[in-house]
């Protein structure tokens, strides 16, 4: 396994992993653009000191990915490095590939003076036991996400009252 920058030929390869990702994810009920997550992929390749991607290798063919960017806290110039996205194929998970890809964004983000790491859970996917690892990683719980659909779906875009 190799865990490496993704490069211009990789493109295509992560962009329909993404799709695999988008299938099985909370977001499913939205469409894939593949075209815009084309030029956000691309962004990984051409701007490197903001955009922070890694691809895992095996044998040739791409099997798993993570990618961030870093932004300054909204409250100081100090440097934060955040995940958008971190997937691998069913057969690739639950080994040691997801460790090396989170630990080569976050040399990525110390090398460019990170602060903090963040990584986030978002997808729907495995929540419990993905979280257990980041614990596992070093990292610390110290938030959640809360959702509502608002697109008139039964019984998510109902008013609520709050007395």
Known sequence: MVIRPPGS???DAIVDMGERMHRESVYAF???NREKVQRLFRAFVDHPETWGGFVAEDDGKIVGMIGGYLTDY???DEKLA???ILFLDQPYRGGLTSG???RAFEQWAIERGARELCLGISTGINIDSIGRFYEHM???RVGAVYKRRLDGEAGTNEARRFT
């Open 9 to 11: 030929a990789d493109v």
């Open 30 to 32: 939205l469409p894939y």
């Open 74 to 76: 909204f409250f100081c």
């Open 100 to 102: 090396r890809l989170i």
């Open 138 to 140: 070093g990292m610390t």
């Open 82 to 84: 955040s995940d958008m």
